[in-house]
């Protein structure tokens, strides 16, 4: 048997690498080079322009920690939205929540639907609730289009800046998501990790607190990823991460793999070099 | 300038590698092979027989981690053992709490120390502390010849179960420690990771709870083992890690990087599917 190896090279600095037992997939879709392989570590693992995106082994540590923050604290939660999110954990996670009345998903890349839906249909199990809309086209333009305060809850579900992604970081998208937003509502995203990717993070975590009054980031895993932690980021106009999170945790911690009441507050508590950062 | 790299290849699963800046050391030792290098991401790193030990950019993650809860909860903590350790991270930690006042440190490898002085000054800053007494020397005959009760706290920081280590793993050896634990006092170990490890993981955790009537597994990261996410163990007759932990955290939380009260009681919220595991 061949030792083959499907790696991540992280702008020069880290590679993550997975021992191969077969490789399952391999196209170049308009937008971009999309993989899928069958690691010994991780289960079947989907990988975009070269960097890791999910695995079968531990997606629920990113897709959990993406949809269930916000959508426990956000006072309404009856209309969502997500920006990318092609591989269906996200929208399996917030479809869980039976207060979801319409979740509407913008997906720049079709192929990586269906991808996902052939070769990892344990995540992508959720693209036949009759709540959802899927619609192939470029986020941008759909947030530049859509009606002030549509929506409830936006959860920004996006590579890292690199292809398709680029255009969803920075301050001009982040205050589309905002006016599209329901004034009361929650923004949640990926935000990239302090660590390794520090410059990044940084940047991105400026940018929000350039738009929304309050902008808690908040830890924990994304093993597949290769930088020890990760982190997501809960925006808002007035919402308190940490206030009222007991009924609708409650509910979905009966079906999470790792999300609870106690990782949702722990996930809060930002590392000392972090949070005096930001005093 | 060369594109090199310094690789930990984690059981033929994983590889974890790091953009080198500068090779700075190689030696073999009569117990291992000690490599230090200057690298991009992480700055210096130490690695022993192929294994990441510390890093100058995270060494705070993993070694608060191992020695805060252990210290912030014994009922006392004026005598403390750490077995290995050679980089001197966890006994800098140790050290930071006034009320230890004697401090064993049995590292079966001098020159695992000697190395870590000269290029990891940062981590190796508290060899000369007048508490401590750095002994060369087997820790599994070390504890053998201890008496029963000689310290309050015991912390066992191994490397993986390669080499050196690996008479530092499983029941005999837990039982040791037990036995020279005072009644009332606290062993804590660093566990490795339930990702990718997960066998050994449930291996060390099964040993642990044959020997202690109260173990409890927590959670935090470790960046440079590229696992995402690392974990401790506290283990005990009678101690709740999350009973009283204000004083001591309170006072040890101004110094540290990573630890602080919240990330305390964070680290001890099991992730959902472990903690069903535990019911």
Redesign the interface.
Known sequence: MCDE?I?ENWA????????VRAWLHDETSPFQRIQVADT??YGRVLMLDGIFQTSE??E??YHEMLAHPALVTAPEIARVLIVGGGDGGTARQVLRHAEVRELVMVEIDERVVRVSQEYLPGIASAFGDARLELRFEDGVRYLADAPDGAFDVIILDGSDPVGPSRSLFGAAFYQQCARVLEPAGVFALQSESP??MGDLWREVQGALRGVFPRVHPYFG?????????WTWTHCSRCVDPLAVIERRAGAV?HH?????R??H???F?????L?RGFD
Chains 1, 2 share one sequence.
């Open positions: 190896w790696e020069g600095l880290v590679r993550h690498g997975l021992k010994e570590p082994r531990d629920h540590y660590n390794v895993y994304a093993p597949l990823y290769g930088c020890g932690m911690e999470t793999r790792y999300y609870h106690g990782i507050r722990g996930a508590a930002l590392p000392n070099e949070r």
